[in-house]
T-cell receptor, first 118, second 111 residues
């Protein structure tokens, strides 16, 4: 199946700094990418939908100025957590849906990035 | 988006068949039903997807009754490694739906 990678897999940063997480579709072109956040023992929460070449659409309650999303190419989307605080510590997961995928939607997820803000 | 309801948790023993049912009473005509599996600290993994009746692949079967208001994921002969959270999602893949996750079902497989 299609592969989605994330980098880094784990990051620790100090409060007030910014962190960038990359999401790549390795063997298909992803016209749409999604970013999720997951706290321990909870389900995935959709943060934003990112379409290639256009601005991301954020879910209600997600600060777009804090979580900057860029989807500059068909294989790469980035999430930047700006001025990170300890409460931003979470597991961030991206997923991708591709242009040439068949009618049946198999949305592919990345392995996730564990962010710890100290 | 159709709301889904699943049991919060289930227990099973190795070698047993496990059936997890998901309710989606307001499923739309174009909606498909998709199941994902997630292990701790990993991204969700696609298991199976279907529209009606029965779908089977190498890891699971999906049963969907005629009214499509529910679906059942069937895992044959589970092993300890099947301990995970299973999510049922409903949406129109041709319409580029947003994948909104419900609470999922936490399956514990015991030896």
């Amino acid at each position: 199946g299609a592969v989605v990678s994330q980098h880094p897999s784990r990051v620790i940063c100090k409060s007030g700094t910014s962190v960038k997480i990359e999401c790549r579709s390795l063997d298909f072109q992803a016209t749409t990418m999604f970013w999720y956040r997951q706290f321990p023992k909870q389900s995935l929460m959709l943060m934003a939908t990112s379409n290639e070449g256009s601005k991301a659409t954020y879910e209600q309650g997600v600060e777009k100025d804090k979580f900057l999303i860029n989807h500059a190419s068909l294989t790469l989307s980035t999430l930047t957590v700006t001025s990170a605080h300890p409460e931003d510590s979470s597991f961030y997961i991206c997923s991708a849906r591709g242009r040439q995928l068949n009618m049946v939607d198999e949305q592919y997820f990345g392995p996730g990035t564990r962010l710890t803000v100290t | 988006l159709a709301k889904t309801t699943q049991p919060i948790s289930m227990d099973s023993y190795e070698g047993q068949e496990v059936n997890i049912t998901c309710s989606h009473n307001n499923i739309a005509t174009n909606d498909y039903i998709t199941w994902y599996q997630q292990f701790p600290s990993q991204g969700p993994r696609f298991i199976i997807q279907g529209y009606k009746t029965k779908v089977t692949n190498e890891v699971a079967s999906l049963f969907i009754p005629a009214d499509r208001k529910s679906s059942t994921l069937s895992l044959p002969r589970v092993s300890l490694s099947d301990t995970a959270v299973y999510y049922c999602l409903v949406g129109d893949p041709t319409g580029g739906f947003k994948t909104i996750f419900g609470a999922g079902t936490r399956l514990f497989v015991k030896a």
